[in-house]
Structure formats: structure tokens, C-alpha cells
């Protein structure tokens, strides 16, 4: 049976609109109260406050407190980056560390201490010294707790959980060019109702996070479906670096629980990878020097080539060489979910597989989190400032988190003292769609082909072959997600659908333009990285 749905909602007016419930938005949400405690803010959240990708950061925030390893800090992560970092941006944000460390600890962040009342770093691959600060193996959720907490001290913000942006709503002025128009305001449906509102605002903040529900395996949680991205491409946004999206090497493999990230902090403190089979430390194949301290990129390639190489489903992280108290105590969180699945984190092997973790790419932003469009800002990882290059350093998205947000506070301002002239008239949600529940299984089986295809074809190793394949693959599948969209009611399945479609787009595109390897990017026929140059002297 089919029945005819009208989705008009509500309309509202805030100063600011605020897309995303992370690390970057919760920043941003603090510096801009603490300026202007009276500005009325939408805080609007895919599921509850609390879940973000950032809530599931376990390792830390990456930052250098003496002056000194600033700059070893700022060429750990240039190395990390391939050579495609923006070095400005890169000294920029680096030199902040110890800063946001500080804002941080005012903001009640209980950082571990040694028993003598001193920070405690952790280290990981990538980094030449310790600098990682951490809460147990729970850095993200502690962060994420103690910046709520501080923002329930204020009135003004107005939360809006369960809520899924559909689109941006713009408008375009006289002086302006029609490729870049100006921000006013979101559609979002409401889930728990089922009808789309209409919020107007002077500024909009997208902090929707990454899109790790493009593949297979990923550690991100349920929300992160490239949203932020999605809406402001299709609005005229440039988006850049999307090819470079970063595998962690590292997911627990299990069959009840497909998104609990083993921590590269266990690698820091000496887990080694093994074959599951031989017993073999392979990594001393891949990267003799560094080993399972390589970065992420080089890790996540070789535990994917044993798993060809030798037909496995997973490979081995062992760490039994450690005390069990010290591991109770350095890694509660997850010594504690492997017990709960019958594993002993100081007496068994991990069985472990490299997962879609970080998007290295996202929205062209400044370190302000400034786009191309008027009135419009985005931070954290959905915004692509060149901090990471090809490759994210382990913990620097934390602290790019952290300043984004603050800086995007102060510079978005300047709207808020410039309230949005409408030039033209801003409808309400209007269409009827046909609620169909058939059309929604069947748009669930997209979500499963889409997900396994992307991890074959535009992986962790890719070809040109493949990804053509795939390219087919996917205009095909957006061609009937559109129809779906235009033509059916309006589900988070299917926006979620429809924006995970475009960003698989953009990452193929990306990769077929790369044709050399570089940090995440690996293209198994790509050229020498130097061919340019090459091409330049023949």
C-alpha cells in the first residue's frame, strides 16, 4: 500500500546554525558564547550530543609544549603528508599546541598525570617523540564530556538531536557570481516526526565529520556519511584531497562488533603484527626501519597484502609481552570490550584489519574554516586545510579540531553583526512523496553494494582498471538514488544514501586524476611520484 506523505515542518530563525556535535563544534560553540552569550544557536545533531567521530577517539591530541618540538612536530607531519602538506597551515596549527593543550585543561580535561602531577605522553607512529596527551584510551569521549559540560553553563543554544541536514538553503545577490552564492539557512528532517524544517540563520557551520560509511570496514560512528561535504558540493563549494582517505591499519575484527578501533597507542607502547598463521612479524618487510611504527598508510598497505597474499580475513596484534596491570591501566576501555568478548588483552592475540578511518579530504577551507560561499564555514574533519597532505599524522585531527573551532568563532562574527537580507522568498519544505516501504529495502541493498565495491576497487590499493569499474558502478547507482529522492519520502536512509553516492563520486574521480602513489592514495600502476619531472627532462 502506498501512501501520500506531506513533509512541511516548521520554520525557524537563529543567528547561527551548527551542523555536527564533535570536538570542532563544541570549540566552536564555547568561543563563540564566551564573545557573545547572547547569540541564539541551533545546535543540530544526527543522533544524541555525545556521538561524533570525535567521541570515539581513543589515542589523544597530538601537541608540542616546549618550544623546541615545534618545528620536529611540524616536519613529523610534513613527512606524514607526502611532500603535499600546506606548509603555512602546517606551522600554523602546529605552533597552537600547547595552547589548546592549555584551553583544554580549563575546560576541565582530566589529561593523565604521573604521580607527581605531570602530564603523561603517549607516542605513536609517525612521531618522533612522545607528544600524544591522553585520558586512558578514552581521550575522545573525556574531551567531548568535559566541553558539554561547560557549555550547559549557557543559555541560548538550542538542541535539536535526531535531526539530519538534507540541504543548504542559498540565495544569490546582485554583486555576487552565481557559482558562489550566499548561505541562509539548512532543511533538516526530523526523525522522530518524520517532516523537514526550515532553519534561516546569518552564519552556517558545518562540522559533520567524515565519511567512513562509504566502505566496508570503517571505526566511525553510525552518523558519518559525508554530509557536510555532499551538501556543500552540490551548493558550489570546491572540495579537494578526497583521494587521500586514510585507512587506520587496525579495527577489531568480529563479527558482533564492526567499528571498535584498537588504538595505534598500542603499537606505541610495542604491539607487533603477526601472521595469524606463521606467527610471522611481517612488517619487517615492509618497513624494516620504522615497523609497526610506520604510518598509517605504510601499516594499513602491508596488513592488506598479507590478508591477499595469504587469503586471510585478518592478521595478528600481540601485545602479551606487557603486564597485565599496565595494560588494565593504560588501555581500560579496550582490555575491557575484549573481555567482554571473550579475549584477554594480556593473554591473546587481536585479531585486527585496516578500516576507513579519517578523510583527509573534505571542503576547501582557510584555518578559519572560511569556503568559497558567503556565510558558510566548515571545520574540523570535514574541512580540508592542507594540515594533513596525503596522509593524516596520528592525533593531529584533534587539535585541528580544537583551533578550527575557536578560530571559526571569531571569524564568523563578522556575519552576525551583518544580519542575511533575503532577495528572494525562501519557500518551506514542499513535496509530497509516496511512503513506500518496499523502496526502502531495496534502497538498503544500494547501502551493501556500495560499501563493498568502494572497498574493492577504491581501497586501500587501487588501480586504474578498477577504478574506472567503479566510476560505472556509481553514476549508475546516483542516477537511481536522484530518482528515489526526487520521487519518494524523504528518509535518513536515503539522504544518508544520496550523500555517501557523491562522495564515493568525488574519491574515484580524485583517485583516477592521481595517477602517482602518495600517502593514502596508493595506485598499484601509478607512476613514478616524480613524473613531471621526468616527462620535463626528456
Known amino acids: 500500500m502506498h501512501t ?52 570515539y577517539a581513543q589515542g589523544g591530541i597530538a601537541a608540542a609544549m616546549q618550544a623546541e618540538d615545534v618545528s620536529q612536530h611540524i616536519n613529523d607531519t610534513l613527512i606524514a603528508g607526502d611532500g603535499l602538506c600546506h606548509p603555512d597551515i602546517v606551522s600554523a596549527m602546529l605552533a597552537l599546541g600547547a595552547e589548546s593543550i ?60 535526531y535531526h539530519t541536514v538534507i540541504n543548504l538553503i542559498t540565495q544569490h545577490k546582485s554583486h555576487q557570481p552565481a557559482c558562489f552564492p550566499e548561505v541562509v539557512g539548512v532543511y533538516a528532517l526530523s526523525e522522530t516526526t518524520g517532516v523537514i524544517h526550515t532553519f534561516l540563520a546569518n552564519a552556517v557551520i558545518l562540522a559533520t565529520g567524515g565519511a567512513g560509511k562509504v566502505y566496508r570496514y570503517t571505526s566511525n560512528s553510525s552518523v558519518s556519511t559525508g554530509d557536510g561535504v555532499a551538501m556543500a558540493a552540490r551548493a558550489g563549494a570546491r572540495i579537494e584531497g578526497l583521494e587521500f582517505y586514510q585507512f587506520h591499519p587496525t579495527l577489531l575484527y568480529h563479527p558482533k562488533m564492526n567499528n571498535f578501533l584498537i588504538s595505534e597507542a598500542l603499537r606505541g607502547e610495542g604491539a607487533i603484527l603477526c601472521s595469524p598463521v606463521t606467527n610471522e612479524r611481517f612488517m619487517a618487510r615492509y618497513a624494516p626501519d620504522k615497523m609497526e611504527m610506520a604510518t598509517r598508510d605504510v601499516v594499513a598497505r602491508a596488513i592488506f597484502c598479507e590478508m591477499e597474499q595469504h587469503n586471510l580475513d585478518y592478521v595478528h596484534l600481540d601485545i602479551r609481552h606487557k603486564d597485565k596491570h599496565f595494560l588494565q591501566k593504560r588501555f581500560p576501555k579496550i582490555y575491557q570490550t575484549l573481555a567482554s568478548i571473550g579475549l584477554d588483552l594480556s593473554r591473546d592475540c587481536i585479531p585486527v584489519v585496516p578500516a576507513a578511518h579519517y578523510m583527509g579530504g573534505g571542503i576547501l577551507t582557510d584555518i578559519s574554516g572560511v569556503t ?4 558558510l564555514f566548515a571545520i574540523g574533519e570535514t574541512a580540508f586545510t592542507g594540515l594533513h597532505g596525503a596522509n593524516r599524522l596520528a592525533s593531529n585531527s584533534l587539535l585541528e579540531g580544537v583551533i578550527m573551532g575557536r578560530k571559526a568563532a571569531i571569524a564568523s562574527c563578522a556575519f552576525l553583526d551583518m544580519p542575511v537580507k533575503l532577495t528572494q522568498s525562501i519557500p518551506d519544505w514542499d513535496s509530497s512523496g509516496i511512503n513506500d516501504a518496499r523502496r526502502a529495502s531495496q534502497i538498503n541493498a544500494h547501502w551493501r553494494g556500495l560499501r563493498g565495491e568502494m572497498s574493492s576497487y577504491a581501497g586501500i590499493i587501487r588501480t586504474e582498471a578498477g577504478l574506472r569499474d567503479q566510476l560505472k558502478l556509481v553514476l549508475a547507482r546516483a542516477e537511481m538514488i536522484e530518482e528515489y529522492y526526487w520521487k519518494y519520502t524523504i528518509t535518513r536512509d536515503l539522504i544518508e544514501l544520496r550523500n555517501i553516492i557523491l562522495i564515493a563520486e568525488f574519491i574515484v574521480r580524485a583517485a583516477l586524476k592521481r595517477r602517482e602513489s602518495s600517502g593514502g592514495h596508493y595506485r598499484e600502476d601509478g607512476l613514478n611520484k616524480n613524473y613531471h619531472d621526468e616527462i620535463e627532462t626528456k
Not at 563563540?32 to 544524541?48: D, N, V, Y
Not at 618522533?128 to 567531548?144: C, E, F, L, M, P
Not at 568559497?372 to 556565510?375: A, E, F, M, Q, V
Open 4 to 55: 501520500v506523505v506531506s513533509q512541511r515542518g516548521q520554520r525557524f530563525q537563529f543567528d547561527v546554525v551548527l551542523v555536527g556535535s564533535g570536538i570542532a563544534s563544541l570549540c566552536y560553540l564555547l568561543e563563540l558564547l564566551k564573545h557573545r552569550p547572547c547569540t541564539r544557536i541551533a545546535l543540530l545533531t544526527k543522533e544524541t550530543l555525545t556521538l561524533s567521530n570525535s567521541s
Open 372 to 375: 568559497d560561499l558567503s556565510r
Open 102 to 161: 592549555e584551553y583544554l585543561l580549563n575546560q576541565g580535561v582530566p589529561f593523565d598525570r604521573d604521580n607527581h602531577h605531570h602530564l603523561i605522553c603517549g607516542k605513536e607512529a609517525g612521531h618522533a617523540t612522545r607528544r600524544i596527551y591522553h585520558v586512558g584510551d578514552q581521550t575522545g569521549a573525556v574531551i567531548i564530556a568535559s566541553l558539554i559540560a561547560q557549555i550547559k553553563k549557557y543559555k541560548g543554544v538550542t538542541l535539536f538531536e
